[in-house]
């Protein structure tokens, strides 16, 4: 019986040049436009002090990097869509050394759960309404936390000087904002349409991800897609610049990449040519020539094609 998933995680891209520059540097963090319900979108605005678009979208571009656990018997329709050329990372490996925000998706149907993430995401609003009440009926306990405020607002002991109770819900909205912020990262329908595709089955992907997290990446709120597409490069390019912004294995465990698949079998022989002379290999400089040739012939014996997998599966 075929599995319905797999023991390594693939990620796929339609560029031939992409696949080296994954083998050079390691996967790339981009940015993805996901579909929200606008109240989430319409919450955030009203929460934090960022200036609202004059017309907010139903969009937020995250940065992050996709994967799915599709059986390769299974694959030619996701293949499709998202390209056939793909790198395959076990799982077991991934999981305990890749991102601590690496999970598959939280796929929502049943109406009662969308209502829940959407009224939830309301909630720091609420919260702020409550701290502003505090303040004004408690404004003398604030007088030391206004004076050293005015003299030095960077100093490290501005939240001692808060009130305990005010302090411990201000810290509960930032906790919520962040966990909530990480569902969202996660969250998808079941369906919905997708390329001029109505009743798109999103789950049929089986995608997981890895995402950064909006306190160390900003995300785009509100944005339309129209206004993703012209900046995405440049909101990439941004990213990119930060060695951090991308994934990459040591070379001690490039044993853990379990494929490398190119689209047709007369580009194998260059690809493997072009894995023993790159002189970096998923983002790290191997000055020894000795663990140089191994490493290499580790992700030599890695390679493969998609034609030979449509054949063989």
Same mark, same amino acid.
């Given at each position: 019986?075929?599995?319905?998933?797999?023991?390594?995680?693939?990620?796929?891209?339609?560029?031939?040049?992409?696949?080296?520059?994954?083998?050079?540097? #390691?996967?790339?963090?981009?940015?993805?436009?996901?579909?929200?319900?606008?109240?989430?979108?319409?919450?955030?605005?009203?929460?934090?002090?960022?200036?609202?678009?004059?017309?907010?979208?139903?969009?937020?571009?995250?940065?992050?990097?996709?994967?799915?656990?599709?059986?390769?018997?299974?694959?030619?329709?996701?293949?499709?869509?998202? #390209?056939?050329?793909?790198? #395959?990372?076990?799982?077991?490996?991934?999981?305990?050394?890749?991102?601590?925000?690496?999970?598959?998706?939280?796929?929502?149907?049943?109406?009662?759960?969308?209502?829940?993430?959407?009224?939830?995401?309301?909630?720091?609003?609420?919260?702020?309404?409550?701290?502003?009440?505090?303040?004004?009926?408690?404004?003398?306990?604030?007088?030391?936390?206004?004076?050293?405020?005015?003299?030095?607002?960077?100093?490290?002991?501005?939240?001692?000087?808060?009130?305990?109770?005010?302090?411990?819900?201000?810290?509960?909205?930032?906790?919520?904002?962040?966990?909530?912020?990480?569902?969202?990262?996660?969250?998808?329908?079941?369906?919905?349409?997708?390329?001029?595709?109505?009743?798109?089955?999103?789950?049929?992907?089986?995608?997981?991800?890895?995402?950064?997290?909006?306190?160390?990446?900003?995300?785009?709120?509100?944005?339309?897609?129209?206004?993703?597409?012209?900046?995405?490069?440049?909101?990439?390019?941004?990213?990119?610049?930060?060695?951090?912004?991308?994934?990459?294995?040591?070379?001690?465990?490039?044993?853990?990449?379990?494929?490398?698949?190119?689209?047709?079998?007369?580009?194998?022989?260059?690809?493997?040519?072009?894995?023993?002379?790159?002189?970096?290999?998923?983002?790290?400089?191997?000055?020894?020539?000795?663990?140089?040739?191994?490493?290499?012939?580790?992700?030599?014996?890695?390679?493969?094609?998609?034609?030979?997998?449509?054949?063989?599966?």
């Amino acid at each position: 019986m075929n599995p319905i998933s797999t023991s390594s995680l693939f990620h796929f891209t339609k560029k031939y040049d992409v696949l080296k520059l994954i083998l050079a540097n #390691g996967l790339r963090y981009t940015y993805s436009c996901e579909v929200f319900p606008i109240e989430i979108v319409k919450n955030h605005f009203a929460e934090t002090s960022s200036t609202a678009p004059k017309k907010i979208y139903p969009n937020i571009a995250i940065p992050l990097i996709s994967f799915c656990d599709t059986p390769l018997t299974r694959v030619a329709k996701h293949s499709n869509i998202y #390209g056939k050329y793909f790198i #395959g990372i076990e799982k077991d490996y991934i999981n305990a050394m890749g991102s601590a925000y690496l999970n598959p998706l939280l796929y929502a149907n049943a109406d009662y759960l969308k209502n829940a993430v959407s009224e939830l995401s309301a909630l720091p609003c609420h919260l702020t309404k409550v701290l502003n009440s505090y303040v004004l009926k408690n404004h003398k306990e604030f007088e030391l936390f206004v004076e050293e405020n005015a003299k030095n607002p960077n100093s490290e002991r501005l939240l001692d000087l808060l009130p305990d109770d005010f302090r411990e819900l201000l810290r509960c909205k930032f906790v919520f904002i962040k966990r909530m912020n990480q569902i969202l990262a996660l969250y998808k329908p079941i369906t919905g349409t997708f390329r001029g595709i109505k009743n798109y089955f999103f789950i049929d992907e089986r995608e997981w991800r890895s995402f950064i997290p909006e306190n160390k990446a900003e995300w785009k709120w509100g944005i339309s897609k129209a206004e993703f597409s012209r900046n995405y490069l440049k909101w990439t390019n941004e990213l990119i610049e930060d060695k951090q912004r991308y994934y990459t294995i040591i070379p001690q465990f490039l044993y853990c990449i379990s494929h490398i698949a190119v689209k047709k079998e007369d580009e194998r022989k260059d690809i493997i040519q072009y894995i023993r002379e790159s002189p970096r290999l998923f983002g790290w400089d191997i000055y020894n020539q000795k663990d140089r040739t191994l490493f290499r012939d580790i992700l030599i014996s890695k390679v493969t094609t998609f034609e030979r997998i449509e054949t063989d599966y």
